[in-house]
């Protein structure tokens, strides 16, 4: 039981016994004290107050010495107005500390099969460009969620629905057809993703070129759109592959599997997986097929030239456009033939979509949509929404060619965290298959670290310079942390010191303070899966090595004369070090056994 559960508890029998009010103990958590007072855990007492007709210090100085009388975890106490702060018995803490240190799984909650089963959806690629920064903010977040609230007891199902048809995708295929010679990623040496990527801003710079021809013309530039040769042999290849045309339908197989071979690479190395892939091309005539029976139902309408809409004004909305006047789908219908799929596949609880917040309205239409069409989870669907990642000089765009491709960014990252680390000594004595191994683990590190450790709803900024820093709330500084601690821990075995019988001895205030910090993490977790905010992690990691280092620089480890004491900072230091790495894996990084 952790020292939160034994004050929760504790309060809960003083209240029944004060007040006579039955308090769940669930519905009890103590917070950590404020580091302006006294004490590591406070109770918040005003939920009692208006029963206990008395002022909220009263209250809170009848539970504390209820506490003090009747729970051999607390010692002394103090009262902030409402708030109860309590000290718990020093020689306590390392009663905690035993229980974190015999628990090899700390933190995580084993699901059942009786558990909630998540569908976390995340990554969602086109299959005309590389995957980019904004993907790696996607992909990181969607993987290091799933990885959480399975950590929180969930079955999870990690899914990604590709974007494989489409104009855009028509695009890069015209393009290569006009242009590409016959070019294939291995007679051009490059990533299969990364050709067609160059293919697509091709079609742009030639399809602006004829838009500045047919204006310089003295067309309008809405006519320009309309009478552009290239977008019209663009739309006609659409509609071709809509027909099933088996030349087109080669060519599109081709050049899809040269993205899917770039997209898996880059997936490898990023370290993200999925349990299913669905496609586009696969879900869109599920949703067709839908949305006709939802018309046939009465839950949609056609207008007269033959298009089919949802009118959700009702629900304080618009009316939304479900199938064109020529019968072809929007992403909303994709959407909706994709979670049939998923739903005839899975038993869904809990549907988890990870879409960038320009992407809000379209969640809001299709909660609404699936929950009219009788999907059990429809109306509870979460809609993971983050924020944008921006680059010091502005936004990217993908036709231009501007954007950052994921794999010169992890290229960029590798390599300044291999002479950033080289030059401050941090590689010295390695072999070249460790610094490749370290080089890499830190630039990925540091990369994924600077993107989960910010509110996922915010909107930032991501300058690879700030990221790759030993000091300071980043990814370096808590794997080189890791890195420190397992040293200590190497040289403590190979000396054959002791990790237990440290029984009875009362931990100094800097020892407090780190098995604190490790008795917080099974909550913490838990607030995350709540919340859905690996930033919670992330943070957590930065404060508890941050409370280690404290202790670490006042507190002598190895050469503590004392075995008792000895012990037990030894087994601090192994229990700190097991909470980082599971913190971290939850974030998806690696940590460096040496460093």
Not at 94 to 110: F, P
Not at 236 to 248: F, T
């Amino acid at each position: 039981m952790s020292i939160d559960d034994i004050i929760a508890q504790g309060v809960a029998r003083a209240v029944k016994e004060l007040y006579g009010v039955d308090a769940d103990p669930k519905t009890i958590q103590p917070q950590t004290t404020k580091k302006e007072f006294e004490g590591n855990l406070t109770i918040v007492v005003f939920p009692w107050v208006k029963v206990a007709r008395k002022s909220p210090e009263a209250v809170g100085k009848e539970i504390g010495d209820w506490l003090v009388e009747n729970e051999p975890a607390v010692d002394r106490f103090n009262v902030i107005k409402g708030f109860l702060n309590i000290v718990i018995e020093p020689g306590f803490w390392s009663t905690v500390l035993r229980h974190v240190q015999e628990s090899s799984d700390w933190g995580m909650k084993a699901a059942t099969e009786d558990s909630p089963l998540v569908m976390v959806e995340y990554s969602s690629p086109n299959t005309n460009k590389p995957l980019h920064l904004g993907h790696v903010r996607n992909n990181l977040l969607g993987y290091s969620l799933a990885e959480i609230l399975k950590a929180c007891g969930n079955r999870v199902v990690k899914t990604n629905i590709v974007n494989d048809r489409g104009i855009h995708i028509c695009k890069s295929m015209l393009a290569w057809k006009k242009w590409g010679e016959g070019a294939t990623p291995e007679s051009r040496g490059v990533k299969g993703d990364h050709l067609i990527g160059d293919f697509y801003v091709l079609f742009d710079k030639h399809y602006k070129a004829e838009l500045e021809q047919l204006m310089a013309e003295g067309k309008t530039k809405e006519e320009a759109e309309a009478a552009s040769p290239l977008m019209q042999e663009a739309r006609a290849m659409l509609r071709a592959w809509e027909a099933k045309d088996p030349e087109i339908r080669s060519l599109w197989e081709m050049m899809n599997s040269w993205v899917y071979a770039g997209f898996d690479e880059t997936y490898k190395r990023m370290g993200v997986d999925f349990d299913k892939i669905y496609y586009e091309s696969q879900t869109y005539l599920e949703g067709k097929e839908k949305v006709l029976e939802g018309l046939e139902k009465g839950m949609m309408y056609r207008k007269d030239d033959g298009s089919v809409w949802a009118d959700l004004t009702a629900e304080g909305l618009d009316h939304k456009l479900l199938l064109r006047s020529d019968g072809t789908s929007v992403y909303m219908t994709q959407d909706i033939g994709t979670a049939k799929m998923r739903f005839s596949d899975y038993p869904i609880d809990k549907m988890i979509y990870v879409v960038g917040n320009e992407q809000n309205y379209h969640f809001q239409v299709l909660s609404l949509l699936l929950d009219r069409l009788g999907f059990k989870w429809g109306k509870d669907l979460v809609h993971f929404s983050y924020g944008m990642v921006e680059l010091p000089e502005g936004k990217m765009k993908s036709r231009e060619g501007t954007v950052v491709d994921a794999d010169d960014l992890m290229d960029e990252m590798v390599s300044t965290a291999r002479a950033v680390s080289a030059e401050l000594g941090k590689l010295d004595g390695c072999t070249e298959a460790e610094i490749n191994e370290i080089s890499e683990m830190v630039g990925l590190g540091a990369l994924k670290y600077f993107l989960l450790k910010v509110d996922p709803r915010k909107n930032m900024t991501f300058n690879p310079k700030e990221t790759i820093d030993f000091n300071g709330n980043t990814g370096p500084f808590i794997q080189y942390t890791y890195a420190r601690i397992r040293s200590v821990l190497r040289k403590a075995e190979e000396a054959g010191m002791s990790f237990s019988g440290y029984e009875g001895v009362k931990p100094e205030e800097r020892e407090i303070a780190v098995i604190q910090r490790l008795a917080d993490y099974p909550q913490v977790v838990a607030e995350a899966g709540r919340s859905y905010s690996p930033a919670l992690i992330a943070n957590y990691a930065y404060d508890l090595v941050k409370e280690y280092n404290q202790f670490y620089h006042d507190c002598s480890i190895l050469r503590e004369e004392d075995p008792a004491k000895r012990a037990l900072r030894l087994a601090l230091s192994e229990s700190t070090a097991r909470t980082v790495r599971s913190a971290m894996g939850l974030l998806g990084i690696k940590v460096p056994e040496r460093m």
